[in-house]
């Protein structure tokens, strides 16, 4: 680690010269263009200038394109914002210490796009209240979601959240104000800050065991003529559905088996109303801007399980740019995910894949993106920073690897 | 004739009798034949002996069961088909299981039997927390694992067991009602099984 530390200072400045005469764009529209080289980074390099400093002088180093920077952490803000609560991490810096705007500045100079990363239904760890009077768990507490044992998450100890599989406390997705509410973040980002890109991650259920609160089933009931979903608690769904149902069990199985067709089908609804919300309050905030988001690597899963329908994201042009997380697929996967998406059609979302640094070994980082260089996509992007950084042997790898251009479409 | 051929013979022969098989019928429901392509369908697998009994006798409780919804006018729409089998192929993926022209037959045939339970089956059941919670106390299957093993404690965790046990009590109400129904129609329906004793 320290043998990067000292790589990184001493680059740091040698590439501040050089950095000086980049230009955002060289005009060369015609040049192959490589697969973008990003890297997710997550707020704890964002707690002083010095680490701000380290950040985009290693991604410069590196030869990074963009940094995705988390900025909406838990509902609070590591820039200055007139909606949310500046993050009490960054208490005894300097007054009017601005993360976002620091990293922005820095990334322009050395010709890195920072694209701003909002956690947008995630908003606090629980279990205790937030502090910050203006935290949007404190104005809204009726939008934390209630799980399907009739419990707001307000009310779980750590042991339920952890046995409930929850990170913390999430908004219901089906919580219409908060689609408006969180478009207005985010179209304060755009409009306040020189940023390239805004980009969504935990835009979505905390899992299949929360969305369960009367407004939300009210509402589901309403507008699909169908049963309480509360029925549906327990039902598990599987691919049993391909198959004819056996029997009076088997009939009384698939009803349920429709219903939950219905309730998942609805459930992501609520999710793409939030992602077209924003981008159209982002769009218009700042027109072309880059609008992406980070989702469940496994587009069923995701659908399931967190109410991620992002093929539809991707296929109707909601974001820019869709992010699989695949952290635990090899190169093939990771591929043979790209190659589905078809990344090349014309109207889509471009594909960048996301790669795990922080659970694997140095060298499968290099491996898997060099495992990636016959797919179409437009770009890789590693979690996260703080395992780069921890793993010294990965960022030089990845140097090597990285695809030089990106294949061309069929 | 040489060995190999008289082999390559008999291979033929045997595929043949194998294809003759497959499609043989198994049972016939009002004139509807249930062959064992459909057991394969409907259990991934070639099934013989008590197993094979017990899936075509599900399957004719199954078609009984159709013919009720049918008999009532509720048959699924195209459009109705065409949407589930899109939810299903989003929350799935591919159909892997089944050709599409099938998965779409069975599927209409289970929406049609759904509408059914919808109007004339799930309104007969009471559903009160009263009932559920009655059931849960006397009835909570061994299945429901985490469920207290006697009655007292039943009925003093129910809180807990709420959800799960009107989930459970409504999907073994919906059942024990169909297999009535069936049971009732199979009386003056024209139903031949040929497997089992």
Known sequence: MKTLHVLSRSLASLLALAAAGYAAGDGNTDAPRKPARAMWVTTEALYNRAEIERLVATAAAYDFDALFVQVRRAGDAYYVSAREPYSRKLEGQPAGFDPLAETVRLGRLFGIEVHAWLNVNYVWPGPDLPAAPTHVARRHPEWISVGRDGRRMTGYSRRDLGRADAEGWYVDPAEKAFADYFAAVAAEVAANYDVDGVHLDFVRYPNYRFGYGEKARRRYMEERGAPDPQLLGFHKLDDGIFRPALGAEGLADRWYDLRQLEWLDWRADQVTRIVAATGKAVAAAKPGVTYSAAVWANPEHAYRYVGQDWVRWYEDGLVDVIIPMTYWGDADKLGALASRLEGCRPGHAGVYLGVGTFNHGELYTAETVAGLAGAPVDGVVLFDYDSCWAKPGVLPALVRTCPKEKPPCP | ?197
């Open chain 2, 1 to 197: 004739m040489p060995l190999n051929r008289r082999f390559r013979l008999l291979v033929a022969a045997a595929a043949l009798m194998s294809a003759a098989a497959r499609a043989a019928t198994l049972a016939v429901v009002d004139g509807v034949p249930i062959t064992d392509a459909d057991v394969a369908a409907a259990t991934g697998g070639d099934l013989a002996g008590e197993r094979l009994r017990v899936a075509v006798d599900k399957l004719v409780e199954r078609q009984l069961i159709l013919e009720i919804a049918e008999r009532k006018g509720l048959a699924a729409t195209a459009e109705e088909v065409n949407r589930a089998a899109a939810l299903a192929a989003k929350a799935y993926g591919p159909n892997r299981d089944t050709s599409p022209g099938q998965f779409r037959r069975h599927l209409a045939e289970e929406i049609t039997i759904s509408h059914y339970i919808d109007l004339y089956i799930y309104p007969r059941i009471p559903t009160d927390e009263a009932t559920v919670k009655a059931w849960f106390v006397q009835k909570a299957p061994s299945f429901m694992e985490k469920a207290p093993r006697t009655r007292a404690a039943r009925e003093e965790e129910y809180p807990r067991y709420r959800n799960e046990a009107q989930y459970y009590y409504v999907r073994s109400e919906i059942a024990r009602i169909l297999g009535e129904e069936a049971a009732a129609a199979r009386k003056s329906a024209r139903v031949k099984v040929y497997v089992g004793g």
